[in-house]
């Protein structure tokens, strides 16, 4: 019983504590592929499977099962003699895609109002700061933008 009550009670600050945060513009968010998926970008498991097929590579299925995509990428990169990153380059490095596809899909919408707009458009509305992401793709930048 007294466990939940110190579960209750540190819910309820670590609520406050947003809360406040939030008023202050001091959010940090934390983002991930998924926010680039809009924007036609593969998720990271995806393009290292496609990476993976390309380089004759089968056995890294456990790996991103695991969800050791470091270690796939790394076995991918040794294989692949350094052309991973290349690829990367290829696939996530093209500003002008996304400009196209906001044009598209996007352009003229209100990113508040409109639930069916990419979350990414949400985030220059919800803090000024920084975004930590560990994606390659420059989503956030045109985002900002």
């Known amino acids: 019983m007294n466990i939940h009550r110190q579960i209750d009670s540190d819910t309820t600050e670590y609520i406050q504590a947003l ?80 400009n196209d596809i906001f044009q598209q899909k996007f352009a003229g919408r209100d990113p508040l109002t409109d639930v069916s707009m990419p979350a990414v458009m949400v985030l220059p509305w919800l803090t000024n700061g920084p975004v930590l992401t560990f994606n390659f793709d420059p989503v956030l930048k045109v985002a900002y933008e």
Do not use: C
């Open 19 to 98: 809360a406040e945060y939030s008023l202050a513009h001091s959010i940090l968010p934390v983002v991930g592929a998924g926010l680039s998926r809009d924007f036609e970008y593969p998720l990271w498991k995806d393009f290292l499977l496609q990476e993976a097929s390309r380089y004759g590579i089968s056995d890294i299925h456990g790996m991103l099962d695991q969800g050791e995509y470091e270690k796939a990428a790394d076995k991918i990169y040794q294989i692949s003699q350094g052309k991973l990153e290349e690829d990367i380059a290829a696939t996530f490095g093209n500003e002008n895609r996304i």
